[in-house]
């Protein structure tokens, strides 16, 4: 079974600009959940799709939202990027809420 | 969900059994403690999870404590892929909460 992936896994954008990643979960998943990892923060939940709906969401800015397809692929979307949203942006699958979360490999951006 | 305390780093001796403990003293009946690891620059991976009973997989072992106040991840023989940084998580299983509360972690290095 294929693993979780996103793309792209490198990016760099400049301040102000907008950038949009994608995810595609585990064949199955319903559930795909984002999070942000920075060295000073470390790993924090964004927010968590399923079923096209957003189900749960964590405390970033509204600069950051996101949306799930019919197919479960889901894409997140920063606007007005800004230094401080360089990161790895992570996606994770699973079936449904409180099963096992399958990680990708992330996403790596960086804001010059 | 509870909060849980890691010690920041831990070496092991590879082939020996590396013994990583988590205290999640304000843990309730219904939470769960998750086991994740990353390994560097890589997404999570899921390594296993229990509610009161003792877990085994192929991966490593989970005891938990009686009174659940604390839990010990075990590798039975730890090799240098293990080095990776090791979170205990603990959280309730409802609906509308798929997301998980990243700690710092346990820094493993396994030394050959």
């Known amino acids: 079974k294929a693993g979780v992936t996103q793309t792209p896994r490198y990016l760099i954008k400049t301040r102000g600009q907008q950038v949009t990643l994608s995810c595609s979960p585990i064949s199955g998943h319903r559930s795909v959940s984002w999070y942000q990892q920075t060295p000073g923060q470390g790993l924090q939940f964004l927010f968590e799709?399923?079923?096209?709906?957003?189900?749960n969401k964590g405390n970033f800015p509204g600069r950051f939202s996101g949306r799930q397809f019919s197919n479960s692929r889901s894409e997140m979307n920063v606007s007005t990027l800004e230094l401080g949203d360089s990161a790895l942006y992570l996606c994770?699958?699973?079936?449904?809420?409180?099963?096992?979360?399958?990680f990708g490999p992330g996403t790596r951006l960086t804001v010059t | 969900d509870a909060k849980t305390t890691q010690p920041p780093s831990m070496d092991c001796a590879e082939g020996r059994a590396a013994n990583l403990p988590c205290n999640h003293s304000?843990?309730?009946?219904?939470?769960?403690v998750y086991w994740y690891r990353q390994i560097h620059s890589q997404g999570p991976q899921y390594i296993i999870h229990g509610l009161k009973n003792n877990e085994t997989n192929e991966m490593a072992s989970l005891i938990i404590t009686e009174d659940r106040k604390s839990s010990t991840l075990i590798l039975p023989h730890a090799t240098l892929r293990d080095t990776a940084v090791y979170y205990c998580?603990?959280?309730?299983?409802?609906?509308?909460?798929?997301?998980?509360?990243f700690g710092t972690g346990t820094r493993l290095t396994v030394i050959p």
């Open positions: 994770a699958s699973s079936w449904d809420e409180g099963y096992e979360q399958y």
């Open positions: 304000t843990i309730s009946g219904n939470e769960y």
């Open positions: 998580i603990v959280r309730v299983v409802r609906t509308g909460a798929n997301n998980l509360f």
């Open positions: 799709y399923f079923s096209e709906t957003q189900r």
